[in-house]
Every structure is written in C-alpha cells, then in structure tokens.
C-alpha cells in the first residue's frame, strides 16, 4: 500500500522477453498488484514475466496481438476487479523511472486529481535524450491534444507515464482506443466526466532502445481519435445547447476538494 491506498501497475507487455523481468522487479515494494498484460506476444514474454516470483503479480494474455491500448483496457478493468483504488500504467520495456511513480500518487492521494500524467519536458535534458523525430512528434500531438481534449494546461499528451483513480476509471468505463492514440482518446473521455487532471516531472528512459513506432502505424489513428474527440468536444460545448438538449452532468464534476471516496475507493 501507498498511504493507505491499494495500487495496481498495469504493465502491457509485446514481445519483450528480454527487458519484461528487469520491468516487473523495478516495481516498488509498495505496489500491491502488478498487472502484466502480454499482448498476444510472439517470444517468452509472459513467461518471463511469471518467473520473476513478484509478489501480487497476475499475468493475463491476448490470444492475439490487440494494441496496447486494449492491453491498458484490460489491465484497469482488472485492477479494479482486484479493488486497487488507483491504477499506474508502467511499460513493459522499462522505459520508465519506478523513483517517479509516488509523484504520479499523490495528487491523486490527496485529492486535488483523478488522473496524473508524467510530463517528460518538465525534466532537463529531455532534448538530448528523446530522439529528435519523436520529439518533433510529441510537441506536435501535445498541442493538438490541448485543443481536442480541452485539456489546456497539459503538454506531454504521449506519455504513458500515468495514475487514475478508482472512481476516474468506473466513470469512464475503462474504454480505450485500442492501439496508438490511446492517451489522446483516454483524456479526451476524462474530459467529458469532469475529471481532474495534473501532470508531474517524470525522466525519460530510451537506454539506447529502439522505438518498434513506425509513422505509418501512428499518423492515421490518431489524427482519427483526435478529430473524434473535437467533434464530441464541438457537441457536447456549442452544438448541443444551440438545439437546446439538455447537458449531460458530468459523473466526476471538478470541485475544490473532492471526497476520497469519490476518488479512491474500491468497487464494493
């Protein structure tokens, strides 16, 4: 537990047999459950996984390769089974620092957010770490995700790097766009539930490992879940009260102090 709270780490995991153990055993002692979800992989990637002997840790497979947004999916619709009351989504590969995930806790912990997001660019040195296309990438879908998701004040809209609370994921139904886009789609269904959004420094880890994202794979669905989310952003805003339908109450409403149990307790 983390102040008391119960936390999951959601791990999807495709085809890295070679990094998957190092990942899982960089999960901090006071995670609870961890959450592999080998995505339908062609090597020993969930077996790997298995054989780390980690406390708390479920494996669970695709038949077949479905995205790791679906993996994602799949991972929180078992966290809350599980009844963790907030939810990190760690990767596979380990391209993520395990000393950054008690700061994507605690604006949860306390109450000021239902979703934390890491934002690589608040740390220095970013510039000369992450490679320069997708740098360029990034910094490009960042600002078409403020204007889509309505999100302003977030920047670093790619990063998987994230925490949610129980009630954030009930709210939301644990849908996700199933592959590339998921992060864009995931915040813009945050938007239309009212929830709160924070984001925290975090470091980007590459390691000298090559990123399996090729343009073709990615340009075509998010531009899809981005056009997506600004027409339902254009509904739900302006079209909706033109033609005089009545608004649909947020199910997280921002307030100034939410109640913990609307953030964080467990499905009863």
């Not at 740390?123 to 997708?134: F, T």
């Amino acid at each position: 537990m983390y102040r008391r709270r119960t936390i999951a780490v959601v791990m999807p995991a495709f085809n890295v047999e070679d990094r998957v153990e190092r990942a899982v055993l960089s999960v901090p002692g006071f995670v609870d459950h961890v959450i592999v979800i080998d995505d339908g992989s062609d090597d020993g990637t969930g077996a790997v996984a298995r054989r780390t002997g980690r406390p708390g840790l479920c494996v669970l497979r695709h038949p077949q390769n479905s995205g790791v947004g679906a993996a994602i999916a799949t991972g929180y619709a078992e966290a809350l089974r599980l009844g963790a009351e907030i939810t990190a989504v760690m990767a596979g590969d380990g391209q993520m620092d395990p000393a950054d995930l008690p700061a994507l806790l605690d604006p949860v912990v306390d109450g000021r957010a239902e979703y934390v997001k890491g934002n690589r660019f608040r740390r220095r040195g970013v510039w000369r770490v992450m490679p320069k296309a997708r740098l360029f990438g990034n910094v490009v879908l960042s600002l078409l995700t403020r204007l889509t998701s309505g999100y302003w004040h977030i920047f670093d809209s790619q990063c998987g790097y994230t925490a949610i609370s129980g009630g954030a994921l009930r709210a939301i139904g644990c849908r996700l766009f199933a592959r590339y886009g998921y992060p864009n789609d995931l915040l813009a269904r945050l938007g239309e539930v009212g929830a709160r959004v924070e984001e925290v420094p975090v470091r980007a880890v590459y390691d000298g490992q090559r990123s399996g994202i090729r343009p073709w794979t990615v340009v075509y669905p998010i531009l899809f879940v981005l056009l997506r989310s600004m027409g339902r952003r254009l509904w739900r805003q302006r079209l909706r009260p033109l033609l005089g339908a009545r608004p649909v109450a947020p199910a997280l409403a921002p307030q100034p102090q939410a109640p913990k149990h609307l953030l964080s307790a467990p499905p009863r």
